[in-house]
Nanobody, 118 residues
Framework: QVQLVESGGGLVQAGGSLRLSCVAS????????MGWFRQAPGKEREFVGY????????YYADSVKGRFTISGDNAKNTVFLQMNSLKIEDTALYSC???????????WGQGTQVTVSS
C-alpha cells in the first residue's frame, strides 16, 4: 500500500514558476513509475509526465515539454514537479500517482491546486 501527499500548489502569475512535491509512504521499488496528472474544471484528467523510480528516466506530455521537469529524491521518497513559464491553461488540480511496474496507476494523492492568473 502506498499513500501519496502533494503540496506546493498556489496562485501564480502567468510566466511564473511553482514546484510541487509528492511524498510517498510505503515501499517504492525501482520499477515503479511516479506520475503527475492534472484536471481542470469541466475537463478530463490529463497526463503530465512520469519518472521511473529506478534510473530516473522521464517522459512528458507535449503540452508541458520544455517547461515542466520531474525529478525525484529516492532517500526521501519524494517526487517533484518543477513548473516554469506557467500559462493560464496550466490551471488545474495536480495529482501524483504510482504505477507498480508496468501496471496501471494504482495509488493516487488528493491533489494540490495550481491557479495561474493573467
Amino acid at each position: 500500500q502506498v499513500q501519496l501527499v502533494e503540496s506546493g500548489g498556489g496562485l501564480v502569475q502567468a510566466g511564473g514558476s511553482l514546484r510541487l512535491s509528492c511524498v510517498a509512504s510505503g515501499r517504492i521499488f525501482s520499477n515503479y513509475y511516479m506520475g503527475w496528472f492534472r484536471q481542470a474544471p469541466g475537463k478530463e484528467r490529463e497526463f503530465v509526465g512520469y519518472i521511473r523510480w529506478g534510473g530516473g528516466s522521464t517522459y512528458y506530455a507535449d503540452s508541458v515539454k520544455g517547461r515542466f521537469t520531474i525529478s525525484g529524491d529516492n532517500a526521501k521518497n519524494t517526487v517533484f514537479l518543477q513548473m516554469n513559464s506557467l500559462k493560464i491553461e496550466d490551471t488545474a488540480l495536480y495529482s501524483c500517482a504510482v504505477a507498480p511496474g508496468t501496471g496501471q496507476y494504482a495509488y493516487w494523492g488528493q491533489g494540490t491546486q495550481v491557479t495561474v492568473s493573467s
